[in-house]
């Protein structure tokens, strides 16, 4: 139920389009192409078995995870804050 000017089933669509937004980055952020041998950021050898799982590798998991992380750091709220509306 919306409430205000909002139609019914507002809410479920925002719901629906942040879904499909994260969706949307995930997919992009998946690497493509062949693998590298050698991390890029740290030069260790990536293993075997995560080059064959995750094609187009170019990071060890440590440095992956690395990066990953500060990616999270940063996403869209839709909903806001009362805080933040006011500013």
Do not use: F, H, Y
């Amino acid at each position: 139920m919306a409430g205000g000017w909002a139609r019914d089933g507002a809410v479920q669509d925002q719901i629906d389009d942040t879904i499909s937004d994260a969706v949307k980055a995930a997919r992009e952020g998946m690497p493509v192409g062949e693998s590298e041998q050698w991390c890029v950021e740290c030069g260790e050898e990536i293993p075997e078995r995560r080059r064959e799982a995750l094609p187009g590798v170019k990071r060890c998991v440590a440095c992956q995870s690395g990066v990953d992380s500060s990616a999270r750091a940063s996403g869209i709220n839709r909903r806001g804050s009362k805080d933040s509306q006011l500013r």
